[in-house]
């Protein structure tokens, strides 16, 4: 009966290791040709776009991409592999931004200077955050994530003029001076290209983590908090550091979007951005790497198509997300990936 019980435990501890191991291989064994030829792409890009009649409009769309998909990569690892239902992303994307523009606003300083407050300020304020939140789970989580978000948005609201800017949010924030060392008509692509740097870096190390021995912790605790335990994982500390490693580059993220807006309005911590931040990673693929990379492209693009209904947006992505949820609970990418692959097994 013993040898029963610790075969069980054997068998099931296999089990849950099984399932704790990333559903791609290690960058040492993937191909690169994929990632060099997109990276390629990325370079020559914008003077691609800047054949077509509305260019520019195309080039908006592709620094927004890169913003966002900061965001959802590093939401992606707190909520899709280490299973903490956190809604603060937003909020520490607006601490960034606020950071940023009001040290240059306030007190001079270069754009280049500001920018890297932001992402201390945002990580700064998440440890904070994590220090009550990560000892509680589930629901809770979520209420006092939500809670902060709505905190944070109401003093952005209603606090001193010089943050809230009389209920408008930050206005005339410094940008950074690319007009002034290329033109208005190139400047664009410096912003562009520093967004291609941000998000390429960001993108490596969340791919660090993602397949390193501290990504497989994340997923037992996610799995198994038990199993983790047992295994020498501890739960609060590894948590903590996860909320601060995303909450960098979040809001890295959002000192580079005033700066590049030269505006930023408490709107944007309404709740329609967390849903549509969340549709991205759902509808690419919860828990994968390159899911919420694909979702972030596709629902960057989708909402100017969707334009001419722009106020069913919200309810079209929550039927989007529901039948995704039902049918594809995945996600979209590792669906159609197994299927490209399932197409080029017959083919061979």
Not at 255 to 264: D, L, N, R, S
Request: hydrophobic content about 55%; some cysteine; proline content about 5%.
């Amino acid at each position: 009966m013993i040898q029963e019980e610790s075969f069980s435990r054997q068998s099931m501890a296999a089990r849950i290791e099984e399932r704790l191991k990333p559903s791609a291989v290690p960058w040492s064994r993937l191909s690169v040709v994929p990632v060099v030829i997109a990276l390629l792409v990325s370079l020559v890009l914008p003077w691609a776009t800047d054949l077509l009649p509305f260019g520019k409009f195309v080039l908006h769309l592709l620094i927004l991409f890169f913003l966002w998909g900061i965001v959802v990569q590093g939401w992606n690892l707190i909520m899709g592999v280490s299973g903490i239902f956190s809604f603060a992303q937003v909020a520490l994307f607006a601490v960034g931004a606020w950071t940023s523009g009001v040290i240059t606003q306030q007190l001079g300083w270069s754009p280049f200077v500001a920018m890297w407050f932001g992402p201390i300020a945002a990580t700064f304020v998440a440890v904070i955050l994590g220090l009550p939140t990560l000892r509680l789970r589930g629901a809770y989580v979520v209420l006092l994530t939500l809670g902060f978000q709505e905190l944070f948005r109401n003093f952005t609201t209603q606090g001193p003029n010089f943050v809230a800017g009389g209920g408008y949010g930050l206005r005339y924030v410094p940008k950074f001076p690319f007009e002034e060392w290329v033109g208005g008509d190139k400047a664009q692509f410096l912003y562009y290209y520093l967004a291609l740097v941000f998000f390429a870096i960001a993108t490596f190390a969340i791919w660090r983590i993602f397949y390193s021995p501290i990504g497989m912790a994340f997923r037992a605790l996610r799995d198994s908090e038990v199993y983790a335990i047992s295994r020498g994982v501890s739960p609060f500390r590894y948590k903590l550091f996860l909320f601060g490693f995303v909450a960098f580059f979040t809001g890295w993220a959002g000192a580079f979007y005033v700066h590049w807006y030269g505006a930023i309005s408490p709107a944007i911590m309404l709740f329609g951005t967390t849903i549509n931040l969340l549709a991205m990673i759902v509808i690419g693929g919860w828990g994968s790497f390159w899911g919420p990379i694909a979702g972030c492209a596709v629902l960057t693009v989708l909402p100017e198509i969707m334009r001419a209904v722009e106020q069913y947006r919200i309810l079209l992505l929550g039927i989007v997300l529901a039948l995704v949820a039902i049918f594809a609970p995945e996600g979209l990418f590792p669906l159609l990936l197994r299927w490209v692959r399932k197409m080029l097994g017959r083919q061979t």
